[in-house]
Structures are given as C-alpha cells and as structure tokens.
C-alpha cells in the first residue's frame, strides 16, 4: 500500500539558508508522482514542486528543488535562502499511476517550518 | 486566471446539525476532489468527481455526508448529522492535468 513519512515535525531555519524537509514514500508502482505543497496558516494548500517517477533529473522551481533518490525512496524538498514568509506547514504526497490516471493523492503527516530572522 | 472558490471559509454548528460547503473550480478543470483535514494530519479525500461522475468515494462516509457535480462545474459537499469528530477543514481542489490546485478550505466547527 502506498505510504508517505515525513520524520521531522518541525524545523527551524536562519533567514537566508538553505534547509531540507525530508520525505520517504513506499509504493509497488513503477509509475508515480511525488508532490510537495505549502500550507500557511491562512489554510490553503499551495502547489510547490512535483517529481514523476521516472524524470531522470531533479526538479527544480525557484528557490524550491526535489532531491529524488529513487533506489532510497526518498523525495526531499530543499529550500534555498529560506524567507520569513515560508514559515508554514510543508506536505509531501505521492500518486500512483503518475501520470494519468485516476488514482488519489495520499499526503504525509507534514513538517512545519519556522523560519527566523 | 481565478482559483478555485469555496464558501463560506468558517463554520460553528452544534452535533446533529447539518451543513453545506459549497466549491468553484478553476474554469476548465475536469476534475473535482473534496478533501478532509483534521488538525495536525495532512488531508484526506473523501471524493474525487471526473465532470459530474464519482471516480473515488471509498473514504466518504455515506452514512452522513454526500456529495454533488450536477453540471460537472461547482460542487457542494453536505454532512447530516453533524458529529464531533467532523471538525476539520474541509478542501475543495480541482486540476486538469495531474497537478491539483487546492481552494482556500471550510473549517468546520461542530460543537
């Protein structure tokens, strides 16, 4: 069955560094999807990045990238010159069957991250 | 382009009660998913629309809550009776690719 730890339930981070949000899945399919989405406290989910499971290089967005270890099943999220406004709620999730398909999203416990001046 | 819209953003009811949330998609999104999310957990779907037909509703709990796509746009998601572990936030999200783009959610309080 498909699965999604994130190990860390909070980080802390200086304003201006890098910081990394780990996330292991565990799936019996060759074809999937791994995501990372945003919550603040205002609620909303916020689409960051998302990596299929068989792009050869790491996804990059911005400041965001996807350190994807297929053989670890590890997908971690790093963030570059961390802001104050990314303090928030950090979920990693994964689809099976990626891409199409109708196959749900299933979403880890989350890391909330804060980050200091 | 507008994202997706959800209403009303907060709600206090006691148990037994009902309630609605209503849910906008993006314009040409195809497909609808309803989310719950209690405190402290990441969400979970309750059901998942492709136009106004359910693909995913094996987590939605029939007995009390129902959900409708009538005209494969905007949705409503009901709960009758309310109970007290129905407090969450509810999500509504829609994509038209394999990426889903999340409304601002309902947080329901049912007390």
């Known amino acids: 069955a498909q699965k999604i730890t994130q190990t860390q339930p909070g980080m802390f981070v200086q304003e201006k560094e890098a910081v990394t949000l780990d996330c292991t899945y565990d799936?019996?399919?060759?074809?999937?999807?791994l995501f990372w989405y945003k919550q603040p406290s205002s609620g909303e989910m916020i689409f960051l990045i998302y990596?299929?499971?068989?792009?050869?290089q790491n996804a990059t967005e911005g400041r965001y990238s996807l350190n994807f270890q297929k053989a670890r099943k590890s997908a971690n999220l790093v963030i570059s010159a961390s802001q104050l406004g990314d303090s928030a709620m950090y979920f990693c999730?994964?689809?099976?069957?990626?891409?199409?398909?109708?196959?749900?999203?299933?979403f880890g416990a989350g890391t909330r991250l804060a980050v200091h001046p | 382009e507008a994202g997706v819209a959800q209403s009303p953003r907060y709600k206090i009811i006691e148990k037994r009660q009902s309630v609605a949330f209503w849910c906008n998609p993006i314009?040409?999104?195809?497909?609808l998913y309803w989310y719950q999310q209690i405190l402290g957990q990441g969400p979970k779907l309750l059901i998942q629309?492709?136009?106004?037909?359910?693909?995913?509703d094996s987590q939605l709990p029939k007995d009390r809550f129902s959900a409708e796509r009538l005209k494969g746009v905007d949705s409503t998601l009901k709960i009758q009776p309310a109970k007290l572990e129905d407090s969450a936030v509810y999500l509504c999200?829609?994509?038209?690719?394999?990426?889903?783009?999340f409304g601002p959610g309902t947080r329901l309080t049912v007390l």
């Open positions: 629309f492709q136009n106004n037909g359910v693909v995913d």
């Open positions: 314009s040409g999104h195809a497909t």
């Open positions: 999730a994964m689809r099976e069957g990626w891409p199409g398909g109708y196959n749900k999203l299933i």
């Open positions: 999200a829609s994509s038209k690719g394999s990426v889903e783009f």
């Open positions: 799936t019996s399919d060759q074809s999937y999807g």
């Open positions: 990596q299929g499971s068989y792009d050869e």
